[in-house]
């Protein structure tokens, strides 16, 4: 192990890769295994020494949020709805931590709803004390945080993302690397290709634009601009990228 000054790598697991999107509250087990082998193996072999996980809500977390009428920019001040949308996201966690644990990983939950807020409103920065996951990634365990409910003044409780938080978690760790495993192989340009790296926002404006029209949250546009605002090397990837980031090799989409 490496003393508690080396950075660590960021990875999110998307919802959308470990979770069946469409059937409520249901895993794909399959995918969710495959992810569970890769980190197991890059951190029994020593090509990963200091590791945070993020993973996104699927079928768990975006349920019971869409069900309440809650979102990023919505919040709710029904405390059932609360527990509604932060419960399926804690069974969605003990499921990754379970099959993380079964491959010797020393994965322990961190849950953002307890911890984080947005105390200056929706459009106010988020609040996510780290002291928490530095001492655990410092003792040698491998914190595992998720898309969850945060505390927003003027909304009640929002959603927060997994991807907020993995912006927020580079930035705040100096991650050595960052990694975003999906459902989709990089970020594509207009044909479907996968671009292996983007290193301006103008260089791939117009293929985004495009690629975005099909995807309801806007997501990738925004993705690429806030992954390319980090120091770290971020890389965009599918399921089949996942052993050769966490070896150090390049993956789907460099952005950096
Ligand atoms: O899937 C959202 O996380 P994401 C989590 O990373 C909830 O956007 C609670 C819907």
Known sequence: PGSDADPPIVLKLGGSLITEKDRPETLDGDAL?????????????????????????????????????????????????????????????????????????????????SLSARPDGVDGDLDLPLSSTVTLLGEGFVPVLHGDGVATAGEGVTVVSGDELVVELAVGLGARRVGVCSTVPGVLDGDGAVLPSIDSFESVADALGASDATDVSGGMAAKVRELLALDAPAYVFGAAGLAPFLRGEDAGTRID
């Open 33 to 113: 295994d495959a992810a569970c082998d890769a980190v197991a193996g890059a951190l029994a072999d020593g090509a990963v020494e200091r590791l945070v996980v993020v993973h996104g809500g699927g079928s768990f977390g975006h349920h019971h949020a869409s069900e309440h009428g809650v979102s990023t920019t919505t919040g709710t001040d029904d405390a059932v709805a609360v527990t509604d949308i932060h419960g399926a996201m804690a069974e969605l966690n003990r499921a990754v931590l379970d099959r993380l644990q079964e491959r010797g990983v020393p994965a322990v939950p961190v849950h953002p709803l």
